[in-house]
């Protein structure tokens, strides 16, 4: 097979010029990806940085909630998005109709949700969160003040244990990758390699982050191994990020924690890998698909989006 990427990235990168265009990439994006895009992070850094970008356009190099997000919070920028059958289990656990009755059960609660979501379930929400926030977004609504927290049932149990608040009701979603991780295996990671520190992502089931020594989000993970001591960690978080752990720190070892069925490559999340150089290229000569929102919607997923910035 023939390898085109090299004049796939030079043609990217003439079509950004031509267009004022600039890529914005998750980390759990391939590496190739990564490669081409201007800048590079996980949800609460890019959805700040989508406000910055001095551009025409903005193609977002990841799942479809985030160039929802991207467009929301820059409603006069063209937003492109590569791929998009690229969803995300997460989001697609929480569907916004399921989610307006089951908040209408409830009247008098904060609802907080996770960027995870579609821009219909963030405009039935008070105030958004991501990994990186989600303590401190609970933290600031008064303590007697009753919450919903979607849909993430393992982040929002480990902000309630975290916390200590029982006033906190859970919807019922996951993350396919984050919820495969096998604890016997990570165990048996562990012995081969003691001195290993292990970092996990809050969307793991809650025994597996009870074997953790640091977990935080996908920029607090990345900080965590640059500031500690250890040579080497056991990466239980989707794949994708280890390339950046590589990069920053090379004179480290990162071995990626595996999945139950190892077969199943499920700690790859499938989405974000079906964003390719080929699509990118495409999306940007055509400047489509492009993300178009209703503008009603569109503002009050805004301001739930803005409350979470406020509190970054
Ligand atoms: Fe969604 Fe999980 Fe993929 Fe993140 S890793 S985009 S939460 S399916």
Excluded at 3 to 10: I, P
Excluded at 192 to 215: L, N, S, T, W
């Amino acid at each position: 097979m023939v390898d085109n990427s090299a004049t796939l990235r030079s043609r990217i990168d003439e079509l950004k010029r031509e267009k004022n265009a600039v890529i914005l990439a998750h980390y759990y994006t391939t590496p190739e990806v990564q490669q081409v895009a201007d800048f590079l992070g996980d949800s609460l850094a890019l959805s700040v940085q989508a406000q910055q970008v001095d551009a025409d356009i903005i193609l977002f190099a990841g799942v479809h909630f985030m160039a929802e997000t991207a467009k929301v919070l820059c409603p006069q920028k063209k937003v492109l998005i590569p791929c998009p059958e690229a969803g995300c289990s997460l989001a697609e656990s929480c569907d916004a109709r399921d989610f307006a009755a089951f908040k209408a059960r409830y009247p008098d609660h904060t609802v907080v949700s996770y960027v995870n979501t579609t821009v219909e379930v963030k405009a039935l929400t008070d105030i958004c969160c991501t990994s990186s926030n989600a303590l401190r977004v609970v933290e600031s609504i008064p303590a007697d003040r009753p919450i919903i927290f979607a849909p993430d049932r393992n982040l929002g149990g480990y902000i309630q244990k975290l916390t200590g608040r029982r006033n906190m009701i859970l919807w019922d979603g996951a993350c396919h990758v984050h919820e495969e991780f096998s604890l016997e295996k990570l165990l048996q990671l562990k012995a081969q390699h003691p001195a290993a520190k292990v970092v996990v992502h809050p969307e793991c089931r809650a025994y597996i982050i009870a074997v953790a020594d640091y977990v935080g989000s996908t920029a607090g993970i990345l900080d965590y191994c640059g500031r500690s001591d250890a040579e080497e960690f056991i990466v239980v978080t989707e794949a994708g990020i280890l390339a950046e752990m590589q990069r920053r720190y090379p004179a480290k070892r990162f071995i990626p924690a595996p999945p139950d069925d190892e077969t199943c490559g499920c700690n790859n999340c499938k989405y974000m890998k079906m964003v390719t150089l080929e699509n990118i290229c495409a999306c940007l000569e055509n400047e489509s698909p492009e993300i178009v929102l209703d503008e009603e919607v569109r503002k009050r997923a805004e301001r739930s989006i803005r409350n979470m910035i406020a509190i970054r």
